[in-house]
């Protein structure tokens, strides 16, 4: 447990995560596809702690994606099983095909029945696909087409490896906007891998101190996003005039989006309350978060790190 009671006496810079939030996102994921009938598979990249996997997993401690051995490793050591390894394996072999690179050593191994010859003890046991490209959707409708296209070229895909006589293979797509917005053909694939809704990216608060005069020095940390919002990388709470303009490793530039800023009211020492657009880029910064409920400290979770 924290020994800080309150989210406004923490030492800053300091990641917080509200928990009954996290709680919320994770229950409307899980309901979703377990009324929709399908598998998901719960990608532990965004956040990599013990406590988010099993409220993601709802206790189950089976069936989800990692993106480094680190996490993989640790997840197992707590007792979780049948884990996902998302990360393409260039000159090994490759379940996950990214690129022409790949394929070229993919065709160095051709499929047969179901196994990779000359490739003794891999077996080929899904497609999986990101559709990460739905960040650059604009609105639901868009969303939802990168879903449909990314869903028809995976079963389509699937289908070219039946007539090929491999079967029994999964099928699995997702990134949180496409999760969060599923189309009904997604209920032909076996699963689905979103991650970042845990925290939807601007759940995830930063707190941070420090003042110069020109511009508001902050120590924060990722170049993720700047352009993307008109509040630059991150949204300042209760401060919608003004935008996170720049970042290197521990400082941050804010300047109002117009006109000039009232130093008045920002003397040296001030607080802000940072929403930052990449939760999974920020959160990798810290080795500690801070867990409240309504602004009292109620844990801190140690997520795991290294490759
Ligand atoms: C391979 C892979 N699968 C799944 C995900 C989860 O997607 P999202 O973060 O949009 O939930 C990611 C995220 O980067 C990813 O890289």
Redesign the pocket.
């Known amino acids: 447990m924290a020994t800080v009671e309150s989210v406004k006496d923490l030492r800053t810079p300091a990641l917080i995560i509200d928990l009954d939030q996290a709680r919320r996102n994770a229950e409307g994921m899980l309901e979703r596809f377990l009324s929709l009938g399908f598998q998901l598979r719960p990608?532990m990249?965004?956040h990599k702690t013990l406590e988010c996997a099993d409220i993601m997993t709802g206790g189950s401690r089976r069936c989800i994606?990692v993106?480094t051995l680190a996490e993989a490793s640790f997840d197992a050591d707590n007792g979780y099983d049948d884990i996902l390894y998302?990360y393409p394996l260039l000159s090994l072999f490759h379940a996950v095909v990214d690129n022409r690179l790949a394929l070229q050593e993919l065709k160095k191994r051709p499929l047969k029945q179901g196994k990779i010859s000359d490739t003794s003890g891999v077996e080929l046991t899904g497609m999986?696909a990101?559709c990460?490209n739905t960040?650059a959707s604009q609105g639901e409708e868009q969303i939802k087409a990168v879903a449909r296209e990314t869903t028809m070229i995976t079963l389509q895909f699937m289908e070219k490896l039946k007539a090929a006589g491999i079967q029994g293979t999964k099928s699995s797509i997702?990134?949180?906007?496409s999760?969060s917005h599923p189309v009904p053909d997604m209920a032909m694939l076996s699963e689905v891998?979103?991650?970042?809704?845990i925290f939807y990216g601007l759940y995830c608060h930063v707190l941070l101190r420090a003042a110069v005069p020109h511009w508001i020095l902050l120590w924060v940390g990722s170049h993720d996003g700047g352009g993307r919002l008109p509040t630059g990388y991150a949204i300042i709470e209760g401060h919608p005039e003004l935008k996170l303009l720049s970042m290197t490793q521990e400082h941050g530039r804010v300047e109002p989006i117009s006109g000039k800023l009232d130093f008045k009211q920002f003397p040296l020492g001030s607080l802000l309350t940072l929403m930052p657009y990449h939760a999974?880029a920020t959160a990798m910064m810290h080795p500690v978060y801070f867990v409240h409920s309504k602004g009292k400290i109620i844990d801190t979770w140690k997520p795991a790190r290294g490759w």
Not at 174 to 177: I, N, Q, R
Not at 193 to 197: F, L, R
Request: contains cysteine; glycine residues 14%; positive net charge.
């Open positions: 990608h990249k965004t994606v993106s998302a999986y990101h990460g960040y997702g990134s949180t906007p999760c891998h979103p991650g970042n809704y999974c």
